[in-house]
């Protein structure tokens, strides 16, 4: 396994203290302009009409961060919230949403390895992982966009 690789999950909870630290009001909103702004073809074309009032659980299980996210067809908008009632989840460590993010590894792959978990109405999860795939770093722009190429190539997915 890539040490690297090893370092980060070990450290995954120091790298996202400072998330953790930052009001949830704020990680919320920062994630929900995120997602609007990556999405936003999506929405034009109502693939996101089936998250009407629906939630999803997003889970990274190894830096205790959790958002529920939901669609409103009528503002086309995504919505994030720190709490609520989940209908489906989607967890997995950071080094894996970072390989998913950066197209490193197909969510098939982790999902077979299980390191990509889907709960709930699985119907509900595994279509929203399919959209997830489709985001394209060049819409992330600088600094974002940049930051996570580094991370994927400084701590690239070990071979299963």
């Given at each position: 396994?890539?040490?690297?690789?090893?370092?980060?999950?070990?450290?995954?909870?120091l790298l996202t203290k400072p998330v953790q630290l930052c009001p949830t009001a704020l990680q919320t909103h920062?994630?929900?302009k995120l997602l609007n702004h990556l999405l936003?073809?999506?929405?034009?074309?109502?693939?996101?009409?089936?998250?009407?009032?629906q939630w999803i659980e997003l889970k990274l299980l190894d830096c205790d961060l959790n958002y529920f996210l939901s669609y409103n067809p009528h503002a086309q908008r995504c919505i994030v919230q720190d709490k609520g009632k989940a209908d489906a989840s989607i967890s997995c460590k950071l080094t894996d949403a970072i390989a998913l993010i950066t197209q490193q590894v197909d969510p098939d792959t982790l999902f077979f390895q299980r390191r990509l978990l889907?709960?709930?109405n699985t119907a509900l999860s595994h279509g929203f992982k399919n959209i997830l795939d489709t985001i394209e770093?060049?819409?992330?722009?600088?600094?974002l966009g940049h930051i996570i190429q580094l991370l994927s190539t400084t701590f690239p997915q070990p071979q299963a």
């Open positions: 396994m890539n040490l690297l690789f090893t370092a980060l999950e070990k450290h995954a909870a920062v994630l929900e936003h073809s999506v929405v034009n074309e109502g693939e996101l009409d089936f998250l009407e009032d889907l709960e709930g770093l060049d819409k992330l722009g600088f600094p």
